[in-house]
């Protein structure tokens, strides 16, 4: 019997790493030096959405074992996606909003890893508590984001980096517990065989 390839389930699983940690590192750096990037946060933040959209329109489509970590993927990588191209395009627009706009994705994403955390628990994924947590700290990031904007751009691009490194962190703790990936995965249509044939 044919097996599927994992080859695009570890692409997937590799680009969301690479781009949490890329989140992380962007967060550390606005928190400790937000002058640095203050002048280039639309560019910055609207390339890194429109690259992490892409991430996980594949992710959704690459089907890993769980199903947990991507569920919702699509319809974020096409938002953020719409966000990265429209701030590139307009960044002054960008700029006005950058902290209501922001805080909405990243209290959104927080909410929909809560409900990814209680689905691992019930599939019975060990550290299920720490998305968990991890979605909890990132959802109220993103409401202080939204409720309590600021004017100055140092301080804003300090607020974002706290943002920012939450939803790295929140990311990848979610790919790193909640994604399984084995060379012996069936295809869909063998799966949904066995499971009609099995009742």
């Not at 959704?60 to 701030?87: N, P, V």
């Not at 409900?115 to 947590?133: C, E």
């Not at 990132?138 to 974002?160: K, N, R, Y």
């Not at 706290?162 to 084995?182: Q, R, Y």
Request: charged share 15%.
């Amino acid at each position: 019997m044919m097996m599927r390839s994992v080859t695009p389930m570890r692409a997937a699983k590799t680009g969301y790493i690479v781009m949490s940690v890329i989140m992380v590192i962007l967060g550390i750096v606005l928190i400790a030096s937000p002058d640095t990037l203050a002048p280039s946060m639309c560019t910055v933040m609207s390339i890194a959405a429109a690259v992490f959209g892409a991430v996980k329109i594949v992710s959704y489509f690459s089907k890993d074992l769980f199903r947990l970590a991507f569920q919702h993927d699509l319809a974020e990588g096409i938002l953020l996606m719409i966000l990265g191209i429209t701030g590139a395009a307009r960044p002054e627009f960008l700029m006005r909003f950058i902290g209501i706009v922001f805080g909405l994705w990243v209290l959104t994403d927080g909410l929909l890893k809560i409900q990814v955390a209680l689905d691992a628990k019930a599939f019975g994924v060990s550290k299920w508590w720490l998305i968990l947590t991890a979605a909890v700290i990132t959802g109220i990031a993103g409401f202080f984001l939204i409720i309590d904007p600021v004017e100055s751009a140092a301080v804003a691009a300090a607020v974002l980096g706290i943002s920012l490194l939450s939803e790295g962190a929140l990311n990848l703790i979610t790919v790193l517990t909640a994604v399984k990936i084995v060379k012996n995965q069936m295809p869909d249509d063998v799966i949904t065989i066995t499971t009609i044939q099995s009742h």
